[in-house]
């Protein structure tokens, strides 16, 4: 059974589309975070929810725009697609965050989003 | 502002060779350091050092933090062709609006040749 799992693997788009990723886990997390990882491979925080609250916004465009239905799902819709919002998108879980405990945070495939 | 500087950048090795991967830190009031590997795909995660776990072990793969130094070696003995990826540090801090806010480094890209 997969942990955490985003769809679509793969998403190729014109640029001023409009488009979502969406991501599940079953792990029972609380906690769960979207990162992005450009071209140089570095790993950047975008956002993270916990139990349906938004915890984590980090300086983002506005254009990107997460929801969080319940504790297990969290997608990332993005407006007006730019050519930089080329990127691969990883959706990430972990137990809730708390004063006491750092819980290391599980990561899904990844949707590789190409904007051209 | 948070920084996690990992070296080397790459390095080849033969099937059999010791790897040591270097991560250091600037972080506020640090809280975890954790290690990913990385292949194709989704980030794997190897190992979480706290300040009350400052050293961790599984198999072949062996990491220990040294918060004097703001640093952290991953140690990969007997190293073979699977273990050919990119090994990534982060870190989080203490302060409460770093929770969970990990900052990864650039990692280190592994290549084991046979």
């Known amino acids: 059974d997969t942990a955490v799992s985003q769809t679509p693997k793969y998403l190729v788009t014109q640029m001023g589309n409009d488009k979502s990723i969406k991501c599940e886990q079953n792990?029972?997390?609380?906690?769960m975070y979207w990162y992005k990882q450009d071209s140089k491979k570095f790993l950047k925080i975008m956002f993270s929810y916990n139990n349906k609250e938004l915890i984590i916004n980090e300086t983002v465009p506005n254009r990107f725009s997460p929801k969080s239905p319940d504790k297990a799902h969290l997608n990332l819709h993005i407006n007006s697609l730019e050519l930089g919002d080329s990127a691969v998108y990883f959706c990430a879980s972990s137990q809730e965050r708390t004063y006491a405990t750092p819980y290391e945070q599980y990561f899904g495939p990844g949707t590789r989003l190409t904007v051209t | 502002e948070d920084k996690v500087v990992q070296s080397p950048l790459s390095l080849v090795v033969h099937e059999g060779d010791t790897v040591t991967l270097n991560c250091s830190y600037e972080v506020t009031n640090f809280r975890s350091l954790l290690w990913y590997k990385q292949e194709k795909k989704a980030p794997t995660f190897l190992f979480m050092l706290t300040s009350s776990g400052i050293e961790k072990k599984s198999g072949r793969l062996s990491s220990i933090l040294d918060k004097k130094e703001l640093s952290s070696i991953l140690n990969i003995t007997a190293t073979q062709t699977g273990d050919s990826a990119i090994y990534l540090c982060?870190?989080?801090?203490?302060?409460?609006?770093?929770?969970?806010?990990?900052?990864f480094g650039a990692g280190t890209q592994v290549v084991v040749t046979p």
């Open positions: 982060a870190v989080e801090g203490g302060t409460t609006d770093s929770w969970g806010k990990l900052q």
């Open positions: 792990l029972g997390h609380d906690t």
